[in-house]
Each structure stands twice: as structure tokens, then as C-alpha cells.
């Protein structure tokens, strides 16, 4: 992903409702998609996971949705929690090569 | 079970000085990534183990920083010289097979050079 400085985007929700968190990715070939979770002081923390063969995938409380055509990955939080306070990042992985490339994250903000 | 581990957890070092920074991954994780995180953004790829080798070094920013894996499971990341622009937290990740499989994260090492 490219750098955004120091300004990460941020999303306010109320605690109990949905959260959407989006991200565009830029390469066409990549084929396989994570959501991490970032606390402060603490490593990214794997949420959920989506190959390009699929365009929904749900979890505890999260489902992701990948749009190959526009290139554009969610992330959906149901009855969002005070504890899902943190950075939300995603990350790509190309077909070609074995890395990461991780977007500039957003930052999601629950308020009780 | 036990997560990746990084040691040491903070490193404050002078402007030119030499420093290691280890990587634990989970046991049985054949691939380990390290990454570089600057402040409000995410992590950028420095260079993937799979096993001992160093399989794409294409993230190192100069040759002041190399890695090793010499047994396929520690990892140390070495920076000479250090400048200012080096601080950072460094984190490292390991993944069972390399291939499709999800990053597992340390904590990471905040660098400070002063």
C-alpha cells in the first residue's frame, strides 16, 4: 500500500452497531487477502483471511468481501464492542510472490 | 501455544552504532517474514526466510541491514551504522508453509537511534 503519513483515516462508530472498514488494493494478480487487527504497543493480530476464488468469507463477528473487478476488499464488524478498538489493516499477497503488502490501515474508533 | 517472539522488546542505540534484533517464530513455521512499521503506517516488507535461506531480500533498504536464519528457526536482523531515519518498530512474522498461509505477528522491537 502506499504511505498516508501520519493522518490515518478513522471511523467513529457507537458501540452496538456495524462497523465497515474498506480498502483498495493495486494489484490485479494478487490472490489471497488478510484483515489485521492492531492494538497499540502490540503486533498486527490475524482476523480472517479470503482467496481470490471466493467474494465473501465470514467469521465470529466478521465477514469480508473482495470485489475483484474494482479491487476492493471489506471488512464488516457486527455489534461492534469497545474491544475492537485498534487499526484495522489489510493485506495483500500477489500470485507471483510470497510477501505482503499491507495497506496504511484505518484507525476504528468505539465509543461506549 | 507459545507466539512469535521478538527480544529485545525496546532498543535505544546511538547514531552509529551496530544492532541485533532476534526473531523466536512458532515452532514448525518454515517461513519467517520481518517487516518494518514507521509511526501511523502499516508494515513494509523487509525480507522472507523460507527455511535457512533468504528466498526475497527485495525490502532491505541498503546493505547497513542484512538477516540471517542459519538453523531455519531464530532470526536475527542486523543494522550497521545506524541513522536516525532507522528508528522504527521492527516486527517479525512466521507462516507454516510460506505459500497462502496467514502472517503470524511478534510484538515487534521499537527501535530509538538518538
Known amino acids: 500500500g502506499e504511505s498516508v503519513g501520519l493522518h490515518l483515516p478513522t471511523l467513529s462508530v457507537q458501540e452496538g452497531d456495524n462497523s465497515i472498514i474498506n480498502c483498495a488494493y493495486s494489484?490485479?494478480?494478487?490472490?489471497?487477502f488478510i484483515w489485521y487487527k492492531q492494538e497499540s504497543g502490540k503486533g498486527p493480530q490475524f482476523i480472517i483471511d479470503?482467496?481470490?476464488?471466493?467474494d465473501k468469507r465470514q467469521g465470529q463477528r466478521v465477514t469480508v468481501l473482495l470485489n475483484k473487478t474494482v479491487k476492493h476488499l471489506s471488512l464488516q464488524i457486527a455489534a461492534t464492542q469497545p474491544g475492537d478498538s485498534a487499526v484495522y489493516f489489510c493485506a495483500e499477497k500477489s500470485n507471483n510472490f510470497n510477501k505482503f503488502y499491507f495497506g496504511s490501515g484505518t484507525k476504528l474508533n468505539v465509543k461506549p | 501455544g507459545a507466539g512469535v517472539s521478538q527480544t529485545p522488546s525496546n532498543k535505544v542505540t546511538e547514531k552509529g552504532k551496530y544492532v541485533e534484533l532476534r526473531c523466536d517464530p512458532i515452532?514448525?513455521?518454515?517461513?519467517l517474514y520481518w517487516y518494518r512499521q514507521s509511526l501511523g503506517q502499516g508494515p513494509e516488507f523487509l525480507i522472507y526466510?523460507?527455511?535457512?535461506?533468504?528466498?526475497?531480500d527485495s525490502g532491505l533498504p541498503n546493505d547497513r541491514f542484512f538477516a540471517v536464519r542459519p538453523e531455519g528457526s531464530v532470526s536475527t536482523l542486523k543494522i550497521q551504522r545506524t541513522e536516525r531515519g532507522d528508528s522504527a518498530v521492527y516486527l517479525c512474522?512466521?507462516?507454516?508453509?510460506?505459500?497462502?498461509?496467514?502472517?503470524?505477528f511478534g510484538n515487534g522491537t521499537r527501535l530509538t537511534v538518538t
Open positions: 526466510f523460507q527455511g535457512t535461506g533468504a528466498a526475497d
Open positions: 515452532s514448525g513455521h518454515t517461513a
Open positions: 512474522a512466521s507462516s507454516q508453509q510460506g505459500m497462502g498461509s496467514p502472517l503470524h
Open positions: 479470503i482467496r481470490s476464488n471466493m
Open positions: 494489484n490485479s494478480a494478487s490472490d489471497y
